[in-house]
């Protein structure tokens, strides 16, 4: 089959676009991380010097930035032709919702952060695609773990218990009842699915398993600021340990599956954790069932993260499924069916990013 090629033209325009965007969430990077919308927000509108007060920084970078983020079209400015240093700039209604609130569905300070933590091992994973050696996951650092958990938090704060679950109802009903559910969330990051679940389901207790140590110290921090301690407890594990015991009611994992090294290990111990005829949710991200040229947006996303960074952190070890970003069903189902499921099903719920799969040990 042959599909159509861009001219070398709009190859050479996308790309000029894309560097302007590139340079756009840098910049938000930095405005995150120094507080700058924040402030705007908290202050309201400032100068230069007024917002370099507040947030601790340099007047010229700031005055910078500050024109750069006008130039950009972020912020808005009173008066341009006023002297620079007595412009005034203001975040223009509506936008914390895209730069400050962390609840927000339309956020994307976290999604610069993602990129900024998927290349801060850029030299290692040049090495790694000439060895074959993977790139740890604490190698990119805590913004790609703390982008990744901020860029999930809305929907498993406010639609993983809401909304997604309960297209299972028996699940939901288990989880209202008692004796009080036991739930396994398995890679859950700084733990914002088990507390979505936790506020959703006020008689369950969780506990989450992941193998990055900063992101379970993290967890554990969240947990205790939500005053779930008594019912939510992260351990820092590897899930894929055929040691892994307990009895669990439920157990989840929320876009990992593709990341583990070894996935087969992991869902055979998630289907030991809930016993014959429990049930698992895999949420994973949504790749086509095939394989196609100048594909989707979202099949764009996918493989540039999966060669940045899914691939590389589960390429760790020599028994390695070597997965990858780009899950595709039916590799997924091919794991649940060697790790001893006896049904997968793609449950009904629209998601732009992300399949949910039901698992039936
Ligand atoms: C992309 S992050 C997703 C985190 C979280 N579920 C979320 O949605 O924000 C993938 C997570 O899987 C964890 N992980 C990878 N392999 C694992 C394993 N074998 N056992 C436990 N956790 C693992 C990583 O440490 C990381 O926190």
Redesign the pocket.
């Known amino acids: 089959m042959t599909v159509p090629q861009p001219s070398a033209e709009e190859i050479a325009r996308r790309l000029s676009e894309a560097m302007r965007g590139a340079l756009d969430l840098f910049s938000v990077y930095i405005g995150d991380q120094l507080g700058f919308y924040r402030l705007l927000v908290s202050g309201g509108p400032a100068t230069s010097m007024q917002l370099a007060e507040r947030a601790g920084t340099n007047e010229r970078y700031t005055r910078e930035w500050l024109e750069q983020q006008a130039v950009t079209g972020f912020l808005a400015v009173d008066d341009p032709t006023k002297p620079v240093t007595e412009r005034v700039f203001s975040l223009p209604a509506g936008y914390e919702a895209v730069f400050v609130d962390p609840d927000s569905f339309i956020g994307m300070a976290q999604g610069a952060q993602i990129l900024v933590g998927t290349v801060k091992p850029l030299p290692a994973l040049l090495e790694a695609f000439r060895t074959g050696a993977g790139v740890p ?1 604490d190698a990119y650092g805590p913004d790609l ?1 703390g982008g ?2 901020r ?2 938090r809305p929907m ?1 704060l406010h639609q993983l218990a809401q909304d997604y679950i309960p297209v299972m109802p028996d699940i939901d009903a288990r989880l209202r009842a008692d004796p009080p559910a036991r739930v396994a969330d ?5 733990a ?2 088990s507390i979505g679940l936790a506020r959703g389901y006020p008689k369950i207790t969780v506990d989450g ?4 140590a900063y ?1 379970v110290e993290q967890a554990n921090a969240n947990v205790a600021a939500e005053g779930l301690r008594d019912r939510v407890v992260c351990h820092c ?4 340990d055929p040691e892994l015991a307990g009895q669990y009611d439920f157990a989840l ?4 599956v593709h ?4 996935p087969v290990a ?1 869902l055979s111990a998630m289907r030991r954790l809930v016993g014959p005829g429990g049930t698992v949710l895999i949420v994973d991200d949504r790749a086509d069932e095939s394989f196609l040229p100048n594909g989707t947006d979202q099949e764009r996303v996918l493989y540039g993260f999966s060669i940045l960074h899914c691939l590389p ?1 589960g390429m760790g070890d020599s028994t390695s499924a070597q997965t990858g970003a780009v899950m595709r069903p039916d590799t997924f189902r091919g794991y649940a069916a060697e790790a001893g499921f006896s049904k997968v099903e793609i449950l009904p719920v629209e998601h732009e990013g992300f399949s949910f799969y039901r698992l039936t040990a």
């Not at 398993?209 to 990055?212: H, Q």
């Not at 594990?237 to 894929?240: I, T």
């Not at 990341?259 to 070894?262: E, P, S």
């Open positions: 996951y773990a990744q958990a860029f999930n498993l398995i890679g859950m990051g700084m914002w699915s398993f992941d193998l990055d992101s594990r590897d899930a894929g994992a929320v876009e990992c990341d583990m090294a070894n992991v952190v």
